[in-house]
């Protein structure tokens, strides 16, 4: 057994004491710290878009009120000119725009069907039919009132039937139908009270590129056995001995990586608790090790593996969700992306 784990250190030494290996170990941790000191980026869950009214009367002030009254969700900003709308949307600083011309307090109520409003949208819009309908709502609120008394002023019939308080009673009519259980109820079940939140925004895929990275370790320990076997330095050995070997290789380069990984996670932070990590790390040491031994069978002398390596590596990267996840692309590449373990990680 001594024996065995002298052989073991000797191999660690070999692969950790090569430069660029022990240089990029070493960077790993000091990156994470760098990483960990800079500001993030503050990103609000809020959707901003913009309104201009031409015309300012008790009608637009009233819906301008409605519509920014609301500070969370569905935010809607106020602008001067259309001109000032349409730069936001293209700008990205909200995700649609409104504007009312002039004379629309006018023409609404009375001619709903030719009275226009401007929409500016970009090909980034999303949220432009929910913020529409947030507006007409509170557009039928403010002009439900100059709405009823067109209609019935515009009918013979009705005309003679209108109240000198109409004003109030149509208010209150309207508000009594829009609140009244009679027309909808809806039965809800709260857990807590809502509250806007700030999302922290980090660019830095520390956790996916550390599972890269053992991987990759095991990849390159499996390396070195078939070159050691090309150079017949296990050629006096038994089978059973050079796949012991094998094994020993392959992890005499995954314990290093894992190891300053597992460092690294714990310095930049991560959702699990030191030993929930280190039974993380161990299973997939397991499946590395796993993955590396099918490739050994798969390409059983040194230079089909050479060839094969740069192959094995892009395929992990552009399929793996490490930086970019293609499979939310291509839903079989989905599947594609378990035959390569740092899914698994």
Do not use: W
């Amino acid at each position: 057994m001594s024996t065995l784990f002298r052989q073991f250190l000797i191999l660690i030494k070999r692969t950790f004491y090569k430069p660029v290996y022990g240089i990029v170990l070493i960077l790993i941790p000091l990156t994470a710290i760098f990483v960990k000191s800079l500001p993030k980026q503050e990103v609000s869950t809020d959707i901003r878009s913009g309104i201009c009214v031409e015309d300012q009367n008790i009608h637009t002030k009233a819906l301008l009120e409605l519509l920014c009254a609301d500070d969370t969700g569905f935010l809607f900003i106020v602008f001067d000119s259309p001109e000032a709308v349409r730069d936001a949307v293209a700008s990205g600083e909200i995700d649609c725009g409104y504007y009312l011309p002039a004379g629309f307090s006018e023409t609404y109520p009375n001619d709903r069907e030719n009275t226009r409003i401007q929409v500016y949208i970009s090909p980034s819009t999303m949220f432009s039919d929910v913020t529409m309908e947030i507006l007409f709502d509170n557009l039928l609120k403010v002009f439900a009132v100059p709405i009823v008394s067109h209609y019935f002023s515009a009918d013979p019939e009705l005309s003679d039937y209108l109240m000198p308080e109409y004003d109030e009673a149509i208010t209150s009519i309207y508000r009594e139908y829009m609140t009244d259980n009679s027309v909808f109820h809806i039965v809800t079940n709260g857990t807590g009270t809502g509250k806007r939140e700030e999302k922290k925004l980090s660019l830095f895929p520390l956790y996916p590129f550390i599972g890269l990275l053992i991987f990759t370790s095991a990849l390159l320990g499996l390396l070195n056995t078939l070159k050691d076997e090309d150079n017949h330095v296990y050629s006096g050995l038994t089978k059973k001995s050079r796949f012991r070997f094998c094994i020993m290789n392959i992890i005499s380069s995954l314990i290093p990586t894992a190891c300053i990984g597992y460092i690294t996670l714990l310095i930049y932070g991560t959702e699990y608790t030191p030993s929930a990590l280190a039974l993380h790390m161990l299973v997939y040491i397991i499946i590395c090790l796993f993955f590396t031994l099918a490739y050994r069978l798969l390409f059983s002398s040194y230079r089909r593996y050479l060839a094969a390596l740069p192959v094995l590596l892009t395929c992990t990267i552009l399929l793996s969700p490490v930086f970019i996840d293609l499979t939310q692309f291509l839903p079989v590449l989905k599947l594609i992306s378990y035959f390569f373990a740092p899914t698994y990680f």
